[in-house]
């Protein structure tokens, strides 16, 4: 067997070994949370020891979890995808995939929607909690955390976002009420700061989080494709609250032109025009 092949070997077999360890400690919690477990400490051990193998541990689990999506296996894959932020915690796109996992492709696949709340939530705390703990510059994760409370939670394209809605208002009005904001990572400084910019929020609603994430993703943002997938966030969260309150429309419509100024595009030109001909708007 060649210095290659050994390596492999040797890495894949660590990999098991890490995994084998999580898994032992993921049975001892049985998913309480209804999210994926950190990992043990003894795994944790097994992983700081793989030194340059790590790399290649990562890719024996992305390979492995690519066969589990290949086969509709959501759960065991969401166990693999949380694993691979472990193994890759500064790569975005590992954050990316893993919460998706727990709060798209899990969810729909829980019988209630109390439980597929969990696993929504579940989610939201990986690209929060740990996640931007993590990488706190990486307009990726503010982007995905701003498109879960805009897409899950904010718009009617889950069936369950009436409930998430209703779980999410419980969750800050108690915030509010025990001063626990910051446990949500929310801070009253940039909640203001986006009061001024958007207009005054109910920070109760889903889509208040979503202008809040996005808001903060702009402020790192650097890459154009960033700003644009950050200011979509931004403008839809707005043309959404605009239907409540027609208030929000001129700022909804100044985040169009933005977006339309920053990457010009004939189908964004027309949806400004049929917005502001809806609204009366200039």
Known sequence: ????????????????????????????????????????????????????????????????????????????????????????????????????????????????????WRWVEAGLRLLRDDGLRLNPRDPVIYKELAWTFLLKMGSHLDDASPFYRARWKETVAAAQASGGLADLGMDPARMAAVDAEYGAQDWTAPLASALYWAHQGMAVAKRLQHRVELRQVIYQALMLES?????????????????????????LRQVIENYRAQFGLD
């Open 1 to 116: 067997m060649n210095a290659v092949w050994t390596r492999i070997a040797a890495g894949a077999a660590l990999a098991g070994c890490a995994l084998g360890g999580w898994a032992f400690q993921r049975g001892r919690d049985d998913a309480a949370d209804a999210g994926v477990a950190a990992p043990s400490p003894a795994a944790e051990m097994i992983v700081a020891g793989l030194g340059g193998f790590r790399s290649i541990a990562a890719e024996v689990v992305w390979f492995r979890a690519d066969r589990l999506q290949d086969e509709g296996r959501y759960a065991e894959l969401a166990q693999l995808a949380t694993w691979l932020t472990f193994l890759e915690p500064h790569t975005p796109e590992v954050w990316a995939y893993a919460a998706w996992n727990l709060a798209y492709n899990v969810s729909v696949m829980m019988p209630t929607h109390a439980d597929r």
């Open 243 to 267: 239907r409540q309150d027609p208030g929000f429309a001129p700022r909804a419509l100044r985040e169009l032109r933005a977006a339309c100024e920053e990457k010009p595009s004939p189908m």
